[in-house]
């Protein structure tokens, strides 16, 4: 591993947090597991997904849903060569996109920092045409919703959207105890195919995954027992138990 292209635990985190608008500390991976918000399975899947360097969006509606947690969560486990870098214009123009992962804040209109529309949004996806992998999160609640924003209303190339491996839907409830926050959906591409239901929260898993090997998973599911029995829970812990376990990925996964 080229040691110029690592970034440091806490660069990597500092990067997630200026996702973060709320204030306060940005929930990590088990925190969201122990919520509610994202069920064990889904939780190995993740891991195993951005791991390998899948690009992945968050969706749903509403304000408040939970889009930003969700995603700073899941980018605690870009691999150690990839930097994390917000993918504002002037950035994503200077830089060499291939060993980063690029975080679009959100999908949408206005004078906000690292939000994309129109040709900047186009430009961030054909980052992904030449390799590099992409976060983002808009406000969608379905596979539809998502192509007429990204594809219909920014003239993104449907081919370049079936690039993002893994889009994630959140839903929220009423219960009497609060609000509830869960990962509804599961959709996956392969890039060669539309976006197809992988899980649903209420029947399990819908079909195979074609991006993430069953020893991969077996590996994630171990970084997710140790993040739970070493009770990692600020970002800055679970990135670094997983930068350690991450040496000892199997070569084949």
Same mark, same amino acid.
């Given at each position: 591993?080229?040691?110029?292209?690592?970034?440091?635990?806490? @660069?990597?985190?500092?990067?997630?947090?200026?996702?973060?608008?709320? @204030?306060?500390?940005?929930?990590?991976?088990?925190?969201?597991?122990?919520?509610?918000?994202?069920?064990?399975?889904?939780?190995?899947?993740?891991?195993?997904?951005?791991?390998?360097?899948?690009?992945?969006?968050?969706?749903?509606?509403?304000?408040?849903? @939970?889009?930003?947690?969700?995603?700073?969560?899941?980018?605690?486990?870009?691999?150690?060569?990839?930097?994390?870098?917000?993918?504002?214009?002037?950035?994503?123009?200077?830089?060499?996109?291939?060993?980063?992962? $690029?975080?679009?804040?959100?999908? @949408?209109?206005?004078?906000?920092?690292?939000?994309? $529309?129109?040709?900047?949004?186009?430009? $961030?996806?054909?980052?992904?045409?030449?390799?590099?992998?992409?976060?983002?999160?808009?406000?969608?609640?379905?596979?539809?919703?998502?192509?007429?924003?990204?594809?219909?209303?920014?003239?993104?190339?449907?081919?370049?959207?079936?690039?993002?491996?893994?889009?994630?839907?959140?839903?929220?409830?009423?219960?009497?105890?609060?609000?509830?926050?869960?990962?509804?959906?599961?959709?996956?591409?392969?890039?060669?195919?539309?976006?197809?239901?992988?899980?649903?929260?209420?029947?399990?898993?819908?079909?195979?995954?074609?991006?993430?090997?069953?020893?991969?998973?077996? $590996?994630?599911?171990?970084?997710?027992?140790?993040?739970?029995?070493?009770?990692?829970?600020?970002?800055?812990?679970?990135?670094?138990?997983?930068?350690?376990e991450y040496e000892r990925l199997p070569e084949d996964s």
């Amino acid at each position: 591993m080229n040691e110029e292209t690592l970034q440091s635990v806490a @660069g990597h985190c500092a990067e997630i947090s200026r996702c973060n608008q709320r @204030g306060g500390r940005m929930l990590s991976l088990p925190d969201l597991l122990e919520a509610g918000t994202v069920q064990r399975d889904i939780a190995a899947y993740c891991i195993a997904a951005v791991s390998a360097g899948h690009s992945f969006l968050v969706g749903a509606s509403p304000g408040g849903a @939970g889009k930003t947690t969700v995603m700073g969560a899941m980018l605690t486990f870009v691999a150690p060569h990839l930097r994390l870098e917000a993918a504002a214009p002037e950035a994503m123009a200077n830089s060499d996109s291939l060993r980063r992962c $690029w975080i679009c804040h959100e999908i @949408g209109p206005g004078p906000f920092y690292a939000y994309l $529309w129109g040709e900047p949004l186009r430009a $961030w996806f054909r980052l992904a045409e030449d390799g590099a992998m992409l976060a983002s999160n808009l406000h969608a609640d379905t596979m539809e919703e998502v192509r007429r924003q990204v594809v219909r209303a920014n003239g993104v190339r449907p081919e370049s959207l079936r690039r993002i491996g893994c889009v994630l839907f959140l839903s929220v409830r009423r219960a009497a105890h609060g609000v509830v926050r869960e990962v509804s959906e599961v959709y996956e591409s392969d890039g060669a195919r539309d976006h197809f239901l992988l899980w649903s929260r209420a029947v399990g898993n819908v079909a195979a995954s074609a991006l993430v090997t069953s020893e991969r998973l077996r $590996w994630a599911s171990g970084v997710l027992d140790r993040l739970v029995s070493d009770r990692a829970r600020t970002i800055e812990e679970v990135r670094s138990v997983f930068v350690e376990e991450y040496e000892r990925l199997p070569e084949d996964s």
